[in-house]
Structure formats: C-alpha cells, structure tokens
C-alpha cells in the first residue's frame, strides 16, 4: 500500500519560513515523480513544485520561484519543501502526491495518482 504523510505544516508570521516533509511508506521513492500542490478554501488545486525521481530535475510555479526550494533524501524515502519569505497568499492545504513517469511538462495534478492527507500552512500577522 502506497501511503504519503505530510508535516512541518503550522502558523507563521509573513517573512517567515517552514519546513514541509512528505514520508513514503509502502514503497520507495527513487522512482517517483513527487510533487507538491495546495489548495485554498474556494480555490482550485494548483501546483507548487515538482521534482524527478533523481532530483535533478526541478519545476516551481511562478508565485514562489526564489522563495520555495524542493528537495529529495532518498535514503530518508522522504521529499521536502522549504519555503522561505512566506506570504499571506502562501497560506493553505499543503499535499505531496507521487507518479511513476518522467518530469517532462509542468506540474499537473491529473497526473499524480497517490496524495497525501495534507498539511495546513497558515501565514498570518
């Protein structure tokens, strides 16, 4: 059974910085695709950031390029997401989904078949 559990999610000032992890159990992540989407209340899901299973290969979306970095431990089976100079507008459910593929186009949630719980990221004063 595949399983990914997000954490690191909470409430933070703008500027502020946090640190989001997304653990695989069930299987290992070498082979993954892993990307990270949020959701606002009223809003559509959108893509955060993506990463190729040998981490060579990045994708952000344009809101958060130079402030979020993606990063992978495969040893750890685990894929993170620091975000730095947060925003208000950051705020929202935080998920990790993984695919088995290649990263070729950018970061769409159709193709992603397994999601996490998800994490609540709150930027507020």
């Known amino acids: 059974q595949l399983q990914l559990v997000e954490s690191g999610g909470g409430l933070v000032q703008p500027g502020g910085s946090l640190r989001l992890s997304c653990a695989a159990s069930?299987?290992?992540?070498?082979?993954?695709?892993i990307g990270w989407f949020r959701q606002a209340p009223g809003k559509e899901r959108e893509g955060v950031s993506c990463i190729s299973s040998s981490g060579e290969t990045t994708k952000y979306e344009d809101s958060v390029k130079g402030r979020f970095t993606i990063s992978r431990d495969n040893a750890k089976n685990t894929v993170y997401l620091q975000m730095n100079s947060l925003k208000p507008e950051d705020t929202a459910v935080y998920y990790c989904?993984?695919?088995?593929?290649?990263?070729?186009?950018?970061?769409?949630?159709?193709?992603?078949?397994?999601w996490g719980q998800g994490t609540q990221v709150t930027v507020s004063s």
């Open positions: 989904a993984a695919h088995r593929g290649y990263l070729f186009g950018p970061c769409r949630a159709d193709d992603f078949g397994s």
């Open positions: 069930g299987f290992r992540l070498d082979y993954y695709v």
